[in-house]
């Protein structure tokens, strides 16, 4: 409402900053002129001159940082010319595509597209609606930015997109001078490191994730794919960055669990009764026992008290069990094709391939539907895309929706959010909402409604929100004798011919959130007299997001076409929101004796409120994803922290004096340690002492070290540790000298620092995850979880980095006891302790499996107050 206000009075800023990016066209254009008889010679040229400008400058330098962001403003209206300029040389030209396709150049960007451009370059998001050309307008950002001599990152939501847009734009790029590579799944390892070394990168936003998490579990610099991360250009950065948000990517690997007790709980539940001995939550999708519930449950159990520490994973199991009964559906969030549980994403309509539920929830289900139940898995590595996207130098991103959700990408990643003009004024016409009584009722009128509007030849997109309602509109249809194409998750592999024909004379579509996004469905012959396509929303979504990329299907580049959304009190965001109080109305007297099939009314009070509970739910969204980002920008410093200290050994060849003071620190820790309890005793031990610093070294050699006579006269603790610690260092000394060359020694040492890093950090992600389940209760004791949380956390990492020197120091002496590790080279010793210690990572790498964007929907649950 406050900033409603600020808007009446002051205007708004997003529209004041487009007109100030619009006057920038007049240079672009002097530029061009001027650049009228260039040769795609002198193309190349001008970018070599552009790219000497930027040579020696450190982003990592403040004061370079500035240069570079001067140097770019000063030639940024010339380097946009220059792009035109090129295009235009290029126009009517055919090119055989890296892909193996053949393609005329007929692209030439257009003064809007320079706008949305300028706004990227900013680093802003730049909506822009459906058909405006946002692929071409990444061209302008990424040539500028690509010529500081950084790669710049353009992402895309699927693997498909990269390559197309890669082999595309290529040809643009390769006029201008610059290099293209495209990053995707399952490439390999020489084409990879290829692709991310050019100018410009098209990759997916789950493969840069996982690419930067796997470079921090390698024990060679020489493996990592990426060196910078400078400029990221994200399209449909709503999805990505606001969808995707709550979805960790994590590299795990199969945990050795049983998974029989999975359908052991899917049996327990079916003996409780919803209401009676547990509550269902539908908008946070959680279960909760109830008091009889909990009794009757430890009646099954044969316990006493489930609540105790014994039995927490009980309670998780039990309320997964319940979840995956009640609040998870067959048909609308998952399928079950090939005896397999897939999720459907609630976004996109799209099946997600690969991705589990984690935290047991995807078993649960699994146990629910009799399929095979595939083993948890545990966390090697993880980052949402929150904390990797905030990472780069510079971010920026391109939508058709953005401006409902302005705030959360100011708030959470600084981006503002610029609305870019259309080319042509949009000629679509978006009807008022039609309310029904009921749902049935609604669906009777859709059917009425599809048999006028196909009579004329109209075309028609019906949208709905999951698999189950588009084929029970798809049914009702084919009772009526209508012919018509369906498209959801189960029968994806046809998009592409669907999507074609949904625009032609006649065609009628029923699809799910699918063609909502990434679609463009152009207009066949004959079908603008029409009226364009036709657009029925049968629901509401719970983001008006969702609802306008719907709406975006049609009235493309100034074409003609019409919207309309229908509601009742039966809808999901109705039903599960309280919007259903709203229609309160609709059991009046006045609308009594109206059919069921018939709409109550065309009224723009009650379409104002149903926008107001889309709000309250997008407000609720959002805080469920602060509330994650708080958690995880908590683990982020630890991650930071550790994979800082990652790069520093692989940028470092001898670890050794850094080795010496970790024996030096964790000796005198044991020391002083022991040295106060014998303190405390009648008679001083120093024997005891050396006792226990051997059985730590796991080594009897300092015995025959330490001179008696010298350390009983010793009555400090810290001198004390001083001369162990320096007998000890003598012996690590001695391991080096007694090595074939240093360089191995050397090596052996890095990997096992790194090896002692990557094995407790492991440990420290299931850690920090099982604290968070632990804090959720303290809200009961009237502490704030998140606050307990941080306490905690701090506790853990400072204990982390204590046990990774403990580690390192206890993993270089267990070595020392086998001469012969330190008379061979490291690759060269067949030593089963040596290949524990050295190699254990490795190994596990290779039993690694990524499991890509397992979403972790039960993340609300965690953090709930």
């Known amino acids: 409402m406050i900033e ?15 007109k100030q990016l619009t006057k920038v066209l007049t240079k672009i254009k002097e530029f061009e002129k001027s650049q009228e008889n260039y040769t795609l010679d002198d193309v190349k040229k001008k970018t070599q001159e552009f790219k000497e400008l930027f040579v020696g400058l450190d982003i990592n330098s403040k004061e370079d940082s500035k240069k570079i962001k ?45 706008i949305g451009g300028l706004a990227i370059h900013e680093g ?31 992402v895309t939501v699927n693997d498909y997109l990269a390559n197309r847009d890669w082999a595309e734009m290529g040809v643009l790029y390769d006029a201008l001078g610059l290099t293209t590579g495209v990053v995707y799944g399952n490439q390999p390892r020489t084409d990879k490191k290829e692709a991310y070394e050019c100018d410009i990168v098209y990759a997916t936003n789950n493969e840069l994730g996982f690419d930067y998490l796997r470079d921090n579990m390698v024990i060679s610099k020489e493996d990592k794919f990426q060196k910078h991360l400078f400029f990221a250009i994200i399209d449909e950065v709503d999805s990505i960055l606001i969808d995707e948000a709550r979805t960790p990517l994590i590299i795990s690997m199969p945990d050795d669990e049983p998974t029989s007790k999975y359908m052991q709980f899917a049996a327990l539940a079916n003996h409780l009764q919803k209401g009676v001995h547990y509550k269902i939550d539908e908008k946070q999708k959680t279960a909760t026992l109830t008091e009889e519930g909990i009794q009757k449950v430890e009646e099954l159990l044969r ?44 976004h996109t309509g799209r099946v997600l391939d690969g991705r589990r539920y984690s935290d047991g929830l995807h078993q649960a289900i699994e146990a629910k539907e009799g399929v095979e139940i595939k083993q948890e898995s545990r966390t090697l590595a993880s980052i949402t895309f929150q904390n990797f996207f905030r990472m780069y130098w510079k971010l920026a991103g391109m939508t058709g929706t953005a401006k409902t959700e302005e705030e959360e990408f100011y708030k959470v990643y600084g981006l503002e959010t610029l609305i870019i003009p259309t080319n042509k004024p949009i000629a679509r016409v978006d009807k008022k909402d039609l309310l029904f009584k009921n749902e049935k009722g609604k669906f009777d009128y859709v059917v ?28 009702r249809l084919t009772q009526e004798g209508i012919k018509h194409n369906v498209l959801n998750a189960k029968n994806h592999a046809m998009e592409a011919e669907i999507v074609a024909e949904a625009g ?28 364009g396509l036709c657009i029925i929303g049968t629901e ?40 259903d109080k709203l229609f309160g109305i609709f059991n009046s007297p006045m609308f009594a004796s109206l059919p069921d099939d018939e709409p109550l009314a065309q009224s723009g009070m009650l379409t104002r409120k149903v926008t107001s509970v889309q709000k309250q739910v997008e407000g609720h969204n959002f805080d469920i994803r602060k509330h994650i980002l708080e958690y995880d920008d908590v683990m982020n410093k630890h991650r930071s922290i550790i994979y800082s200290r990652r790069d520093k050994i692989l940028d470092n060849q001898n670890m050794h004096e850094d080795i010496k003071e970790m024996v030096q620190n964790q000796i005198s820790a044991l020391v002083q340690s022991e040295f106060t309890k014998q303190s405390q005793k009648d008679n001083f031990d120093v024997k005891e002492i050396i006792k226990k610093v051997n059985e730590f070294l796991g080594m009897e050699a300092i015995d025959d070290k330490i001179e008696l006579d010298d350390v009983s006269n010793i009555k400090d603790g810290e001198e004390l540790a001083k001369y162990i610690g320096n007998i000890a260092i003598d012996e690590l000394e001695k391991m080096k000298d007694q090595a074939i060359s240093q360089e191995a020694f050397f090596d052996l040492e890095k990997r096992v620092v790194l090896s002692s890093i990557d094995e407790l950090w492991m440990r420290h992600i299931d850690s920090m995850s099982k604290l968070r389940d632990e804090v959720a209760f303290e809200g009961y004791a009237q502490r704030n979880p998140l606050v307990v949380y941080k306490e905690k956390a701090f506790q853990k990492f400072d204990n982390l980095i204590n046990e990774i020197e403990y580690k390192v120091v206890k993993s270089m002496f267990s070595i020392r006891q086998n001469e012969q590790v330190v008379l061979e080279e490291p690759e060269a010793v067949e030593v089963e302790n040596m290949e524990e210690l050295v190699r254990e990572f490795e190994e596990k790498l290779k039993q690694t499996k990524d499991i890509e964007n397992q979403r972790n929907t039960d993340e609300v649950k965690k953090i709930r107050v």
């Open 70 to 114: 001067d140097i770019l403003e000063s030639i940024k209206a010339e380097a946009f010319a220059l792009v035109k300029t090129t295009a235009k040389l290029l126009y009517g030209k055919e090119f055989e595509l890296r892909d193996g396709r053949t393609m005329t150049w007929n692209m030439i960007h257009y003064d809007v597209q320079f």
């Open 303 to 346: 316990i006493d008290n489930i609540y105790i520490s014994e039995h927490y994973n009980d309670i998780h199991h039990i309320e997964n069990a319940l979840k995956a009964m009640a609040s998870y559906q067959r048909d609308k969030d998952y399928l079950v094709l090939d005896g397999e549980v897939q999720i459907i994403d609630e």
């Open 124 to 154: 802003a998001i730049a909506e822009m609606k459906t058909g405006e050309g946002k692929t071409l307008v990444a061209t302008l950002p990424a040539y500028l930015n690509a010529l500081t001599g950084y790669s710049v990152h353009i």
């Open 448 to 475: 009425k409604l599809i048999k006028e509007i196909a009579a004329t030849g109209q075309p028609i997109l019906v949208g709905t929100v999951s698999v189950e309602k588009s084929e029970y509109l798809s049914q």
């Open 504 to 531: 032609q004379k006649g065609a009628i579509t029923i699809a799910t959130n699918m063609a909502g996004r990434g679609t463009d469905i152009k207009l066949g012959e004959g079908v603008t007299e029409l009226g």
């Open 540 to 579: 509401k979504h719970e983001t008006r997001r969702i609802d306008n990329q719907l709406r975006g299907r049609a009235g493309r580049q100034g074409d003609p076409g019409t919207t309309q959304f229908l509601i009742s009190p039966n809808d999901d965001i109705m039903r599960i929101f309280g919007g």
């Open 4 to 18: 409603e206000i600020i808007k009446a009075i002051f205007g708004d800023p997003s529209e004041k900053k487009v």
